[in-house]
């Protein structure tokens, strides 16, 4: 069964700062996306890496891919308040060949000013 | 471009009603993707059509779970006999699919129907 962890699972952080979040699943892809989700709201799409050691940056977020350790990492730079959100990554794949994706639980990030 | 759609937004029932949940993917998106997502919770997979025919069903947690997408546009989850632990947000997506054998696009997600059964 393909597993996906991410962590922290919730964030509380100061404008300005930086900070990581992780993303670990438990077989082979070669495919993994970053999704934002507001309160009360859908996910919307932030990247799709497709191959070991895709990075993609916008704006403040930038996301890696490490498909050897299988483990991607969402980092954020000088954090603003509108960043403030619950970021999902996901794998290809529901473990048996099945053709969803795979979810982590969301990490709840807060921004302080 | 319209994103997809989802209705109702919300829906209250009763324990062991039948209910409908419509989804309306993005244009020319010929992928179609259930999910239903419980609170705190990610996502989790129900089904997945390849335009008319589920492509894979492994996710319906039973046989109370439907879903048909007839003119492989417009799809219909259908739940019968509802149980108060069906309440959640089920959320539909739809993708492209490339050139035959290539792997799918990213999912677009609609709002999502809100499914409370009391």
């Known amino acids: 069964e393909l597993k996906v962890e991410q962590n922290p699972l919730f964030l509380s952080m100061q404008e300005g700062k930086n900070y990581t979040i992780y993303c670990n699943y438990s077989?082979?892809?070669?495919?993994l996306y970053w999704y934002r989700q507001d309160p009360g709201k859908s996910l919307e799409s932030l990247f799709v890496l497709l191959s070991n050691g895709a990075v993609k940056q916008e704006g403040r977020l930038m996301a890696s891919l490490d498909t050897k350790a299988r483990l991607s990492t969402l980092h954020i730079t000088a954090a603003v308040h509108d960043l403030s959100a619950t970021y999902f990554c996901?794998?290809?794949?529901?473990?048996?060949?099945?053709?969803?994706?795979?979810f982590g639980k969301g990490t709840h990030l807060i921004i302080q000013p | 471009g319209a994103g997809v759609s989802q209705t109702p937004s919300n829906k209250v029932t009763e324990k062991g009603k039948y209910v409908e949940l419509r989804c309306d993917p993005i244009s020319g998106h010929t992928a179609l993707y259930w999910y239903r997502q419980s609170l705190g919770q990610g996502p989790e997979f129900l089904i997945y059509f390849q335009g008319t025919g589920a492509a894979d069903d492994s996710g319906l947690p039973n046989d109370r779970f439907f879903a048909v997408r007839p003119e492989g546009s417009v799809s219909t989850l259908k739940i019968q006999r509802t149980e108060r632990g069906d309440s959640a947000v089920y959320l539909c997506a739809s993708s492209l699919i490339g050139l035959a054998g290539a792997r799918r696009e990213t999912q677009y997600f609609g709002p999502g129907t809100r499914l409370l059964v009391l």
């Open positions: 077989t082979t892809s070669d495919r």
């Open positions: 996901a794998v290809d794949g529901s473990g048996g060949g099945a053709d969803g994706l795979t």
